[in-house]
């Protein structure tokens, strides 16, 4: 599996994972829901399962991906400061995408 994340979604992750609530966790991409041919995804703080693979991204930060969601395979996170800050989550591969 591979992710990939833009420069201002790393910076956002950094400082996120320095806060005292992130301490021991990594960030977990997960699939929200399945809409015919498009995915929603979301991400959160946590600790892997059994039933995860810890990916690391092209900018050496450690994700936590479902191991047997084909979804997430190749998805690009994004954090955009314009027009409003958000999360985007992108699997171009699958034409799939979610705002957070």
Known sequence: MKVKISRNAAKEVKK????????????????????????????????????????????????????NDENLNSIWIQFFHVPQEEWSITNPTKGTHHHH
């Open 16 to 67: 996120m994972m320095e806060k005292e609530e992130a301490q021991g966790k990594l960030f977990r991409v997960y699939v929200t829901s399945v809409h015919g041919d498009h995915a929603h995804y979301d991400l959160m703080l946590d600790t892997p399962t059994e039933n995860d693979i810890v990916v690391t991204s092209d900018k050496d930060i450690d994700i936590i991906l479902d191991k």
